[in-house]
């Protein structure tokens, strides 16, 4: 695939991608064998933590490098994708290296939960973040949170021609205009919202009229969707807000040739993705990863999200973002759940229904 835009926001290092969290026997012996070649060491030497971190990079190293000083514990850190952390974690069980795991949306998070892999979150962690944005079985922690939005070319439409609802984007006017990028993570839960909302036959349909739209412009990633939209190949798609925020950061105004639209308010496409961190049931250092916990959340991690160019709301603390965005207050996205959007499995079996991957 082409390599995304890194000047000012290197990407997390992508060891190869399982596209969603039902991977091959194959996949989960590789992850278990630790064979993630050039992801970082498998273990935490010297007693370290050990996180696993499907989070962006430099958001992640900037809250290590916050919570040593503070500490005087010692992170190991791995980057990878969220849902090759997963599969990892589920083949390596009990024997996980991992303290913990920190991710950009709670199904990979839910799916360890079911599996019964996941720890308790100490109460005094989970009362930093509003309730709605935690484990609903207090296993994990909301850190932060994007929203989903269209993304499209200023000069190939205007804000009038734009759909109001993420159902819109099925209409047959945007064959060879819609970018999608289906293996992304952020890709499920707008799937979960559409068959919560209308039902999962409603959302297969869906899927299928976006794929016929979308024809040669299905992209591997968010960020490369984003870059070809501003570079008019494809004239609108569907994002988390923060893409386009650091894209306009890497490129610079004068290169920027798109921008982000709102869909309706509690519209089905309007989802709030929640990022979370939970401690493995196997750490052998619970009680310093639950420091690290603690610390996401807390008024010093949360500001340091804030400041972030990696455009994420804070939630926890009170703290609210600094960087030049929709404040998060101002945001209306629909009712669905974090404990609706689940574990992902349903949406991606209807993304792979659809043929979508």
Same mark, same amino acid.
Not at 202 to 214: D, G, Q, S, V, Y
């Given at each position: 695939?082409r390599?995304?835009?890194?000047?000012?926001?290197?990407?997390?290092r992508?060891?190869?991608?399982l596209?969603g969290l039902?991977?091959?026997?194959?996949?989960?012996?590789?992850?278990a064998?630790g064979?993630?070649a050039?992801?970082?060491?498998?273990?935490?030497?010297?007693?370290?933590?050990t996180?696993?971190?499907?989070?962006?990079?430099?958001?992640?190293?900037?809250?290590v490098?916050?919570?040593?000083?503070?500490?005087?514990?010692?992170?190991?850190?791995?980057?990878n994708d969220?849902?090759v952390?997963?599969?990892?974690?589920?083949?390596?069980?009990?024997?996980s290296?991992?303290?913990?795991? $920190?991710?950009?949306?709670?199904?990979?998070?839910?799916?360890l939960?079911?599996k019964?892999?996941?720890?308790?979150?100490l109460?005094s962690?989970l009362a930093?973040t509003?309730?709605?944005?935690?484990s609903?079985?207090g296993?994990?922690?909301?850190t932060?949170?994007?929203?989903?939005?269209?993304v499209?070319?200023?000069?190939?439409l205007?804000p009038?021609?734009?759909?109001?609802?993420?159902?819109?984007?099925a209409?047959p006017?945007?064959?060879?205009?819609?970018?999608?990028?289906?293996?992304e993570?952020?890709?499920?839960p707008?799937v979960?919202?559409?068959?919560?909302? $209308?039902?999962?036959a409603?959302?297969?349909?869906?899927?299928?009229?976006?794929?016929?739209?979308?024809a #040669?412009?299905?992209?591997?990633?968010?960020?490369?969707?984003t870059?070809?939209?501003?570079?008019?190949?494809?004239?609108?798609g569907?994002?988390?807000?923060?893409?386009?925020y650091?894209?306009?950061a890497?490129? #610079?105004?004068?290169?920027?040739?798109?921008?982000i639209? $709102?869909?309706?308010?509690?519209?089905?496409?309007?989802?709030?993705?929640v990022s #979370?961190?939970?401690?493995?049931?196997?750490?052998?250092?619970a009680?310093?990863?639950q420091?690290f916990?603690?610390?996401?959340?807390?008024?010093?991690?949360?500001?340091?999200?804030?400041?972030?160019?990696?455009?994420?709301?804070?939630?926890?603390s009170g703290?609210?973002?600094v960087?030049?965005?929709?404040?998060?207050?101002q945001?209306?996205?629909?009712s669905?759940?974090?404990e609706?959007?689940?574990?992902?499995?349903?949406?991606?079996?209807?993304?792979?229904?659809?043929?979508?991957?």
């Open positions: 695939m390599k995304p835009l890194t000047r000012f926001h290197p990407p997390i992508r060891c190869g991608r596209g039902s991977v091959p026997a194959s996949a989960l012996a590789v992850a064998a064979l993630l050039g992801c970082g060491s498998s273990s935490g030497p010297n007693g370290a933590l996180l696993y971190s499907g989070q962006h990079q430099q958001t992640t190293d900037a809250l490098k916050a919570f040593e000083k503070q500490t005087a514990i010692k992170v190991n850190v791995r980057h969220e849902d952390f997963a599969a990892q974690i589920s083949a390596e069980g009990s024997h290296p991992a303290d913990v795991f $920190y991710t950009e949306n709670t199904p990979a998070l839910e799916n939960r079911e019964g892999l996941l720890g308790a979150v109460p962690t930093a509003p309730s709605r944005f935690n609903a079985h296993q994990w922690v909301g932060s949170a994007r929203v989903n939005t269209l499209y070319n200023t000069k190939l205007s009038s021609q734009l759909p109001t609802s993420l159902m819109g984007l209409d006017k945007w064959k060879g205009k819609l970018a999608i990028s289906p293996g993570t952020d890709f499920q707008i979960t919202s559409v068959a919560v909302t $209308y039902g999962k409603a959302a297969l349909k869906w899927l299928e009229a976006i794929k016929a739209n979308a #040669g412009h299905d992209y591997p990633s968010n960020e490369v969707l870059d070809e939209v501003n570079r008019g190949q494809a004239a609108i569907v994002i988390n807000q923060y893409y386009w650091r894209h306009r890497e490129v #610079g105004p004068s290169s920027t040739h798109s921008a639209a $709102y869909f309706a308010p509690k519209d089905v496409g309007y989802v709030l993705d #979370g961190a939970g401690v493995l049931k196997s750490s052998t250092h009680a310093a990863a420091k916990l603690a610390f996401l959340v807390s008024k010093a991690g949360q500001e340091i999200i804030s400041r972030s160019d990696s455009f994420e709301y804070p939630i926890g703290v609210t973002t960087q030049p965005e929709t404040p998060f207050s945001l209306q996205p629909n669905i759940s974090l609706q959007l689940g574990d992902g499995s349903a949406a991606l079996a209807l993304i792979q229904q659809a043929q979508l991957l």
